[in-house]
């Protein structure tokens, strides 16, 4: 019996406009849906707060067995949820496999984290017992985006679930049904009690209206810099947490002794693995002088040789890219390198949604498609002669999420990570890369640091609360 039916898929009536999901590859639809109203989010976020209460007092083993519930299910109905995750978000079938492994992988995480919030017990001047613990912050607010749109709302929503919070998810609308009501249909049949999560898929108002909330002390943001911005703006005004995991424009630093015949499908990996609709994308290619030139040819080989197309109805390495507005952004972005003087040496077409994997050579500063975060699956690539150069050009962004250091001097490549500010690292591989078991955030305009994974998460959805005992009442001067 599938999880999802499209006449009944919506758990809870939303007052918004009716919204068409769509197929990016086709343009076909794929059902419809209502949105949700500012109103709608301030009523979710009343039954959640209310609801939220009894399942704090709910002991911990039952929470975990919720969430282990849920994990089973994301496995055995993983043929139903991967033709969503394809068909409305793009994806391949191994990065649709993908996000249905680390979904699995985080609710179980989670479960386990059901019985770790600890404390410590303190000295006191008084005659008492004084201790700390950690206590659900209450409803969490998430707001995740499109292109890896099960990850980043199960990665905030299992945790808070399994900590005693309930959950208030916006997911974006273009992958409301994987990155939302999925999560929702899978958690009501693991048993998770009623009002607890709230999928309201909606645009910027519903947004705002969620980080304005006063029922909602926390809000966990995944997606642009400038909307993350905004976000933890209005989060300040309102006194609240905002754990913010933004964008980024990576670096893969390509030393001296690399080995070619291995480096190239990596590096193919971390510009193109989903169109470049990745946070962690691979933007910058900075390869020693001595490679550079082999280093391109071959990129552009590996580029020319991908498949592009439909990933419901094909075998292809590359679907669609998400809409028609992050198309233009892409092929501005290439074009205004190529008049700033960048070589094209793969890609640049594309047929409808579908773009080529892009190489560009001969890029600098003044290059847009370097210099700003393209979303898009257009690798650039600039030379370095020396390793100061190349943690210079690496450090030179905006950004801090993910670096990728290739080198067969191990010690070396670990050397060079630490003059080079950023959230993630990883010696011989590229930049795209995710667990539910490690921490993961950026730093800079990448975000407010490592916010999801293990013990992050404890901090990100609990308070530390200070508790004293006395076994009598304490005696004052007046």
């Known amino acids: 019996m599938p999880l999802l039916d499209t006449r009944t898929w919506q758990p809870q009536t939303l007052t918004g406009p009716g919204y068409t999901v769509t197929e990016p590859a086709t343009g076909q639809a794929l059902g419809t849906l209502?949105?949700?109203?500012?109103?709608?989010?301030?009523?979710?976020?009343?039954?959640?707060?209310?609801?939220?209460?009894?399942?704090?007092?709910?002991?911990?083993?039952?929470?975990?067995?919720?969430?282990?519930k849920a994990g089973d299910l994301f496995t055995a109905h993983a043929a139903e949820l991967r033709e969503w995750l394809v068909r409305e978000s793009g994806s391949v079938p191994?990065?649709?496999?993908?996000?249905l492994h680390v979904a699995a992988q985080e609710c179980y995480e989670a479960a386990a984290l059901a019985s770790r919030p600890a404390g410590q017990v303190l000295p006191s001047e008084a005659p008492r017992l004084s201790y700390t613990r950690r206590v659900p912050a209450g409803v969490v607010g998430v707001i995740s985006p499109f292109n890896a749109p099960l990850i980043l709302s199960i990665r905030s929503v299992a945790p808070a679930l399994a900590l005693?919070?309930?959950?208030?998810?916006?997911?974006?609308?273009?992958?409301?049904?994987?990155?939302?009501?999925?999560?929702?249909?899978?958690?009501?049949?693991?048993?998770?009690?009623?009002?607890?999560?709230?999928?309201?898929?909606?645009?910027?108002?519903?947004?705002?209206?969620?980080?304005?909330?006063?029922r909602v002390p926390v809000i966990s943001f995944t997606g642009s810099t400038p909307a993350g911005r905004a976000v933890g703006e209005a989060a300040g005004r309102h006194l609240k947490r905002a754990h913010l995991e933004l964008g980024g424009?990576?670096?893969?630093?390509?030393?001296?002794?690399?080995?070619?015949?291995?480096?190239?499908?990596?590096?193919?990996?971390?510009?193109?693995?989903?169109?470049?609709?990745i946070c962690m994308t691979t933007g910058r290619h900075l390869v020693h002088a001595s490679l550079y030139d082999e280093y391109v040819e071959r990129l552009a080989a590996k580029a020319d040789s991908l498949a592009v197309g439909d990933p419901f109805r094909e075998?292809?390495?590359?679907?669609?890219?998400?809409?028609?507005?992050?198309?233009?952004?892409?092929?501005?972005?290439?074009?205004?390198?190529?008049?700033?003087?960048?070589?094209?040496?793969?890609?640049?077409?594309?047929?409808?949604?579908?773009?080529?994997?892009?190489v560009l050579a001969h890029v600098d500063d003044r290059t847009p498609a370097y210099a700003e975060e393209v979303f898009g699956p257009v690798a650039p690539v600039r030379s370095f002669t020396t390793a100061d150069e190349a943690a210079a050009l690496a450090a030179q962004s905006p950004y801090g999420l993910s670096l990728g250091i290739v080198t067969r001097d191990t010690a070396r490549g670990l050397d060079l990570a630490e003059r080079i500010p950023t959230g993630i690292v990883h010696i011989n591989d590229q930049t795209v890369n995710d667990e539910a078991v490690?921490?993961?955030?950026?730093?800079?305009?990448?975000?407010?640091?490592?916010r999801f994974g293990g013990e992050a998460n404890l901090e990100a959805f609990t308070e530390l609360r200070w508790t004293t005992v006395r076994g009598d009442v304490a005696p004052y001067p007046y």
Request: charged share 15%.
């Open 315 to 358: 075998h292809v390495h590359l679907g669609p890219i998400i809409d028609s507005g992050q198309l233009a952004k892409i092929s501005g972005l290439v074009e205004s390198s190529r008049a700033a003087g960048a070589k094209l040496a793969a890609g640049g077409t594309h047929d409808r949604l579908f773009y080529r994997p892009t």
């Open 34 to 68: 209502a949105l949700a109203t500012p109103e709608d989010v301030g009523a979710a976020a009343g039954r959640a707060a209310a609801a939220q209460l009894e399942w704090a007092r709910t002991p911990h083993f039952a929470r975990a067995a919720v969430l282990r």
């Open 438 to 450: 490690a921490p993961f955030g950026g730093v800079a305009a990448s975000g407010t640091g490592a």
């Open 164 to 214: 005693g919070n309930a959950v208030v998810l916006k997911p974006d609308p273009r992958t409301a049904v994987c990155g939302g009501l999925s999560l929702a249909a899978v958690f009501a049949a693991a048993g998770l009690p009623q009002d607890l999560l709230h999928v309201l898929p909606g645009g910027p108002e519903a947004g705002q209206a969620l980080v304005a909330d006063p």
């Open 94 to 99: 191994g990065k649709a496999d993908f996000e």
């Open 249 to 277: 424009n990576s670096a893969m630093i390509v030393l001296a002794d690399a080995d070619l015949d291995a480096v190239i499908s990596t590096a193919a990996w971390g510009s193109f693995f989903h169109q470049g609709q």
